[in-house]
């Protein structure tokens, strides 16, 4: 019997050492399905297994999209999970946010690595950062997390997130470059039980050898936290979340992180606040114009920024296959997207209204630039331009779901 209690303690501590911790989840399936979806779709050179029609090359490292210094940049949002997080004034929030770009990926307060040497041989791929961005089904859910919740999950190895390693433990460690790149390369934690367990017991935080990341909306579901630290002077921002009653949880909660943890207001005139008892607007527009005042933070001269806020609603005058749609569904265009079996009268009542929203705003024309989209923003809002300078930060754009 001690024989045998040993044996199993080295193929358990074998076993602890070879299994990666993330490919024995849920996450790689999920991964699959979405870049097969997307990915593949766009991909017009594809070889496909005859078997599976996967093709190796609808997945690449998205360092791969790093473009001209003047294109926009690809930003992928993903909260790092602080279930266990030792800042009392964080606890209600257990989460921060993580971004993936094709430069760096990282945090403000963690620090920023390169993507070319993080979380894989060559990165972490497109369809890696696309899947973490939308590990809404994890055991460690941000501000969403419940103890009992989050173990079970665990246990039953219902988990959608990501481990990779901690920027700032690299950064802070004072490593080699090529031990620092050994470690930052890594795609999973090198024992997977201890990370198992910080997962089942929400202990994930910030401060450890290895953070557990998920779903952005776990922090902030818009991105409208990462484009604001960035100083971008144009944010669009298409709020599709399911919002039947008009209570603008998600826009009221990024832009109470960031006054609190950027000091920077953002500001509407024309946008109704509170819930609404039915999901056709009193007010007939599709958008609202907010003010980002960056002069608060920033030098008294810095410009305000522009926040292009569009939130789907019904104003009476859609197409009519958009309104026998809606006639059919009562939560239309507000449905959740738990049900992930869209058919053909779903989804292009879906894309048809997006299209018709972006015609009435733009008034059909073809802006050339963001620059002509903010000015058919604010005629179709009815508003004049912010007392500006010509803007020195970055253009940002930004559409979510």
């Known amino acids: 019997m001690p024989i045998l209690g040993v044996l199993a303690i080295l193929v358990a501590a074998l076993a602890n050492a070879c299994i990666n911790v993330n490919t024995f989840s849920l996450h790689g399936m999920y991964r699959m399905r979405l870049v097969r979806a997307f990915l593949g779709a766009s991909n017009f050179s594809r070889n496909a297994d005859r078997f599976t029609n ?23 949002n ?22 993936f770009t094709p430069y760096q990926c990282g945090s403000w307060r963690l620090g ?11 990165g972490v791929t497109l369809g890696t950062a696309m899947a973490i961005s939308g590990a809404a089904f994890n055991p460690n859910m941000g501000y969403n997390s419940s103890p009992l919740v989050t173990f079970l999950m665990t246990l039953f190895n219902a988990r959608l997130g990501w481990w ?38 929400g202990k994930t935080d910030d401060r450890r050898k290895w953070i557990q990341l998920s779903d952005g909306g776990h922090f902030e579901n818009l991105g409208l936290y990462e484009m604001v630290l960035r100083r971008c002077h144009c944010i669009v921002l298409v709020d599709a979340g399911a919002d039947r009653l008009f209570q603008f949880e998600d826009l009221g909660n990024a832009i109470r992180k960031i006054n609190i943890d950027l000091g920077i207001p953002i500001t509407f005139t024309n946008i109704e606040a509170g819930a609404l008892s039915h999901r056709t607007a009193s007010s007939q ?36 296959d958009i309104a026998a749609y809606a006639a059919a569904h009562d939560a239309f265009p507000h449905e959740a997207t738990a049900n992930q079996l869209f058919n053909e009268a779903q989804f292009e009542s879906y894309r048809h209204f997006g299209s018709y929203v972006m015609g009435e705003i733009l008034k059909n024309g073809r802006p050339n630039g963001v620059e002509e989209l903010l000015t058919a923003a604010l005629n179709y809002c009815g508003q004049q331009r912010f007392d500006l300078k010509e ?8 559409k979510t779901s």
């Not at 004072?174 to 367990?197: H, N």
């Not at 920033?298 to 305000?304: G, L, M, R, Y």
């Not at 803007?391 to 930004?398: C, K």
């Open 54 to 76: 996967f093709d190796s090359t609808d997945n690449f490292p998205q360092a791969d999209l790093q473009t001209a210094s003047d294109a926009p940049i690809h930003v992928v």
């Open 164 to 201: 990779l390693p901690n920027p700032r433990w690299a950064l802070s460690k004072g490593l080699s470059l090529t031990r620092a790149q050994l470690y930052l390369g890594k795609t999973g934690p090198t024992f997977a039980l201890a990370s198992v367990v910080a997962e089942a017991l």
């Open 285 to 320: 527009q599709y958008c609202a114009i907010g003010k980002i005042e960056y002069s608060c933070v920033d030098s008294a001269e810095a410009p305000s920024g522009y926040l292009i806020y569009i939130k789907p609603r019904l104003l009476g005058d859609e197409p009519r």
């Open 391 to 398: 803007p020195a930060a970055p253009i940002g754009m930004l």
């Open 112 to 122: 920023y690595v390169p993507s070319r040497v993080y979380g894989g041989l060559h």
């Open 78 to 99: 993903a909260a790092l999970n602080l279930v266990d997080g030792g800042k009392l004034a964080w606890q209600q929030r257990k989460a921060e946010s993580f971004t």
